[in-house]
């Protein structure tokens, strides 16, 4: 009796032990199948990315932003190329770490591991439709939190303000005064703290700049690359994803000393 109780209760420990092991393996799948699920179409790819040209919002006050010429022609010449010029901080970019403070990375220093993390997608998109100021607050994040979990390390911040609506209109998305002071919603100093706090790798945002449109110092920019991390500014497509869930890569143009330079963005999103 005495025995056969023990046998039993080792075969419950083994079973367990075993469903936790199978449980282990599984997850280990799914992380896999996600990247394998880009091709097969079970993983869906969203491009956070603008097209570039020499008509993009941009900021103001440089009045030469991009330029591609025609060196070779597939008629004359057998084969098709071009060369281009355009500002490091113009249509989808990143800011290095080293664009406001010296000594600080430039953006072919920054580590691999940092262009990879999962999204967290603050939707501030009524706020800023009542207040083209909006700043982001430490409740915003907090309620974010609240709804989906503490921001992980490692993570990327999207702020999705619903200003891409209004690219490629650079009237509308600048949204000047009569005095020449921009405004577009942005993040706070106290949020960026916060954020810098949780470990987070970047800051994103589908404005001009992570920095609201009326501020004359960039205060928080002062704040967050110095502490290493980086900006993505002029994000595509944030209305595509969820609060939660997704998985960013960003991809900057490796510019040796770069402040910064146009940057390839995709989101992945699980299907199933
Ligand atoms: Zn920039």
Redesign the pocket.
């Known amino acids: 009796m005495r025995k056969s109780l023990f046998l039993s209760c080792t075969l419950v420990g083994l079973v367990v032990a075993s469903t936790a092991i199978t449980a282990q393996k599984k997850n280990a799948a799914t992380e896999e199948d996600w990247l394998r699920g880009v091709t097969t179409g079970k993983t869906r790819v969203v491009d956070l990315t603008y097209a570039i040209n020499d008509k993009l919002p941009a900021w103001p006050g440089d009045g030469h932003v991009f330029e591609a010429k025609v060196n070779a022609t597939a008629d004359k010449d057998g084969y098709f190329t071009r060369s281009f010029w355009m500002l490091e ?1 113009y249509g989808t ?1 990143m ?1 290095a770490p080293a ?1 406001f403070p010296p000594g600080k990375l430039t953006v072919d220093e920054i580590p691999t591991a940092h262009l990879f993390g999962p999204a967290v997608v603050v939707d501030v998109r009524d706020e800023a439709a009542n207040d083209s100021d909006y700043r982001l607050t430490t409740a915003r994040v907090e309620k974010w939190e609240a709804a989906h979990g503490k921001i992980p390390q490692g993570a990327f911040v999207l702020l999705r303000t619903g200003w891409a609506a209004r690219w490629p209109n650079q009237a509308r998305y600048r949204n000047m005064d009569g005095q020449g002071v921009m405004h577009f919603p942005g993040y706070s100093v106290a949020a960026a703290e916060l954020l810098i706090a949780r470990g987070v790798v970047g800051l994103g945002i589908d404005t001009l ?1 992570i920095d609201y449109g009326p501020s004359k110092d960039f205060e928080v920019h002062r704040v967050d690359l110095p502490a290493n991390l980086y ?1 993505l ?1 002029n994000l595509a497509s944030l209305d595509a994803l969820p609060e939660s869930g997704a998985f960013v890569i960003a991809a900057p143009i490796k510019l040796e000393g770069g402040s ?1 330079g146009a940057c390839r963005v995709f989101a992945l999103l699980p299907t199933s």
């Open positions: 901080h970019h800011d664009h700049s900006n500014e910064g």
